[in-house]
């Protein structure tokens, strides 16, 4: 079997339902194998326990890294997770002669002790693979800035039509915001509940809905926010039928900045009106945008967020606006889409299998 003969090896920590179907198209278009070393589903869907329609192994991280310098693959892509697999899977392709393509997520480097342990590695690896993927072109900056080269955007995406499928509406009030991810400070959730006490909101008449878990339960639970846990897709679909505005509040810490934010995926396709703060990767990245598809706030600011909470309740005229954009604006972001993006980085290091994808390829594509 030549070089060109032999599947992909893409390395990562898990599939989650939002990229199954990603994975899938990838996996069809390139001849892709998915070595997945475990790791949490970090959204407000539970994970589906579904057998995965892509070709994949469980590895260890260390076994990826075999995987790798097994010279069984054409090509090495793997993604920015896990403590050793990056540079187990970098010194793999090495040692195996392939092309490594690297999946990048970050667009500022986390300041904790694990996150500045790994900036060295992540810098050198930035310089040094033969061509980068990114969530967008926050990121596509950043790595650029960073010493990247053939740096392609792969956009984030949903199943639309998923998303955008019949939905049993559950509604709570006659305006409902809805919140669905980790119920943690970094994504905002305390500077909701701020911004919710300051509208003055009561029930019967509105709604706070924190869809999620985490240890910011207790406090929402104090405000009388709705608080139905953990939901499947299904559960998290059927929630923004029945909302009004979908609020992303996440903040900047030390140790985190939103990579994206895939509710905006989800909410667009619903036609909801979004707030989003700043600190959000899909404003930062482009398709969540400040009075075209949805109201940004500064990150922090339970002021501002509650100004926006009072005008998209006051007028439903915008919010049909907003959502409506929305809905135009995240069609192309697909899983055909982000294939496409991985197959350009592929193409771009020599090792894609379409034709097509090498011409696209020949000048690299930013954000």
Request: charged share 25%.
């Amino acid at each position: 079997m030549s070089v060109q003969d032999r599947p992909v090896l893409f390395v990562t920590n898990y599939a989650p339902p939002a990229r199954v179907g990603a994975f899938a198209a990838l996996a069809e278009r390139e001849d892709v194998v998915f070595a997945l070393f475990g790791g949490r589903v970090h959204h407000g869907a539970a994970e589906q326990d579904q057998p995965l329609p892509f070709p994949h192994v469980r590895v260890t991280q260390r076994e990826a890294g075999a995987l790798a310098r097994s010279g069984g693959y054409r090509a090495v892509v793997c993604g920015t997770t896990g403590r050793t697999a990056l540079p187990a899977a970098y010194r793999g392709a090495r040692r195996a002669g392939v092309p490594f393509v690297l999946w990048a997520t970050l667009w500022a480097q986390p300041k904790g002790p694990a996150g500045m342990v790994g900036y060295p590695v992540l810098r050198y690896l930035y310089a040094r693979a033969d061509a980068v993927a990114t969530y967008g072109r926050h990121v596509s900056d950043y790595v650029t800035r960073r010493g990247a080269r053939n740096v392609h955007t792969a956009p984030q995406a949903v199943d639309n039509a998923f998303w955008r499928g019949p939905a049993q509406p559950r509604r709570e009030a006659p305006f409902q915001a809805l919140f669905a991810g980790r119920l943690r400070r970094e994504k905002g959730v305390r500077v909701l509940l701020d911004a919710w006490s300051r509208t003055g909101f009561e029930s019967p008449d509105a709604a706070l809905v924190l869809a999620g878990r985490g240890p910011e339960r207790s406090r929402a639970q104090r405000l009388g926010a709705v608080l139905p846990g953990e939901l499947d897709a299904v559960g998290v679909r059927n929630f923004q039928a029945g909302s009004d505005v979908v609020v992303m509040p996440s903040i900047r810490t030390l140790t985190f900045r939103e990579p994206w934010g895939l509710v905006a995926n989800e909410a667009m396709n619903r036609g909801r009106a979004i707030i989003a703060t700043d600190a959000v990767g899909a404003v930062a990245g482009g398709l969540v945008r400040h009075g075209r598809n949805a109201l940004v706030v500064h990150a922090g600011d339970p002021g501002a967020l509650a100004g926006a909470l009072r005008r998209l309740r006051d007028d439903p005229a915008e919010r049909e606006r907003l959502g409506a954009a929305g809905r135009e604006d995240v069609a192309d972001h697909d899983h055909a889409a982000w294939a496409d993006g991985i197959s350009r980085a592929l193409a771009a290091a020599g090792a894609s299998r379409g034709d097509a994808g090498a011409r696209r390829a020949r000048a690299p594509q930013g954000a």
